[in-house]
């Protein structure tokens, strides 16, 4: 869920405010996300631009290695690993002076090209497609809409319920004007469902109240944005509710997506012991010697992802199931 500090009000005879979007996943969070996001709250007003601009934080977009991740929108740019003291440089050059620091754009591993866009980026085309789909899931293109849904979900170790999460945190931060309280409040009451869903929380019956929040604000929200803002939970649910159940019944998730949802293991068999999981786990969840081995603590692991990313031996795997 999101959280505003909006440093000016928009009103009907200014421009769609330019926003700058701060991570506070708990990678980012443990990288100081939260003192970048004090950072530019100052350095704007510093530089006197802090009219219609907006600063906020969001929840964790998934992209944990490369964090703190910023994002500066309406063009779209994403700026990786940010140090609190880099948000100086990209208030003067980016916002003032309308120069993007490319030195904090994301580096292609495969060819080492410096990307600007985070919709160019693979990661994030991904996740545009499907969030596309659901929200183009309209009754006359069922059949077309749950093929295109089947073949991602199975091709790109996708999560049915991590992706409605997705759309709603997007839906809350782009489409709700937050002046209707069916969609207002709706929207985040059936993003906390779907959160518990995620974190294994939740019981079967969260799925019926899932249900009727939506269908209340598409009957209710006194226009189309919330009306029709609903209607891709609403899909998800008719046709993947299955989906939904295992994520209750087993706590786990078969894609490993939602973080709560899997654990990292360490093969013994595979490892040979050279302690790089341990040096670049930001948390001290790694405990162990190159003589005992290592193991990881579970309840300490942030899901960074940079062990398992960084094992040259690639005997760490996500295995299903709560911690």
């Known amino acids: ?18 926003q700058v979007l701060i991570c506070e996943g708990k990678n980012c969070l443990s990288s100081k996300s939260d003192e970048i996001h004090k950072n530019f709250g100052r350095e704007v007003v510093r530089a006197g631009i802090q009219e219609n601009l907006d600063i906020s934080l969001t929840s964790c977009q998934g992209f944990c290695d490369q964090g703190p991740l910023v994002f500066i929108k309406p063009e779209g740019t994403l700026y990786c690993k940010v140090e609190p003291e880099d948000v100086k440089k990209i208030v ?33 085309k991904n996740q545009e497609a499907i969030l596309n789909i ?16 089947n073949g991602l979900i199975a091709s790109e170790n996708v999560c049915i319920v991590d992706l409605t ?26 993003l906390g469902l779907i959160e518990k869903i995620r974190n294994g929380e939740a019981e079967l019956e969260d799925l019926d109240d899932l249900e009727r929040i939506c269908l209340t604000m598409k009957e209710a929200s006194l226009c189309e944005v919330g009306q029709n ?3 891709p ?31 990292f293991i360490i093969n013994q068999d595979q490892c040979i012991k050279c302690g790089i999981c341990k040096r670049v786990c930001p948390a001290g ?11 990881i603590n579970c309840s300490r692991c942030t899901y960074c992802q940079m062990c398992y990313k960084r094992c040259p031996k690639g005997a760490i795997y996500k295995s299903r199931g709560k911690c």
């Open 233 to 263: 939970v609403l899909y998800t649910l008719k046709h993947f509710r299955v989906d939904f159940e295992e994520h209750i019944r087993t706590l786990s998730c078969r894609s490993r997506v939602c973080t709560k949802l899997y654990t």
């Open 165 to 190: 999460a997705n759309y709603l945190l997007s839906f809350i931060l782009n489409e709700s004007c937050g002046k209707c309280v069916p969609c207002r409040d709706g929207s985040l009451i059936a």
């Open 1 to 18: 869920m999101a959280s505003n500090n909006k440093v000016s009000k928009n009103n009907a005879s200014t421009p769609m405010p330019r």
């Open 92 to 124: 003067e050059s980016h916002l003032v002076q309308e120069k993007p620091v490319e030195e904090l754009f994301y580096e292609d591993p495969k060819s080492g090209e410096k990307i600007e866009k985070y919709t160019d980026i693979e990661f994030f």
């Open 134 to 149: 659901l929200a183009d899931s309209v009754p006359q293109k069922e059949a077309e809409l749950i093929a295109s849904l």
């Open 285 to 295: 969840a790694i405990t162990g010697s190159r003589e005992t081995g290592f193991k």
């Open 229 to 231: 803002g609903a209607e």
